[in-house]
């Protein structure tokens, strides 16, 4: 039951990210291509600030870790 719910929730984000660009695909990807290079600039900003002591030793990571399944 938990599946299909978090199921629907991707898929009401998905639709929303379209609406938004009034149904054009290639203009949702590219934004969200950027926002994803935006974070990741962010994320090394971030990192560059943060001692290992704050964080106990756990470092963020650019690249997530894919186990194969979706």
Not at 45 to 54: D, F, H, M, N, P
């Amino acid at each position: 039951m938990q599946a299909a719910k978090k199921t629907d929730e991707v898929l009401d984000e998905f639709q929303a990210a379209l609406a938004w660009h009034d149904g054009d695909a290639a203009a949702t990807i590219r934004t969200l291509l950027a926002d994803c290079s935006h974070l990741r600039s962010q994320l090394v900003t971030a990192q560059a600030c943060i001692s290992r002591g704050l964080t106990r030793g756990w470092m963020p990571v650019l690249e997530r870790e894919f186990d194969g399944s979706r």
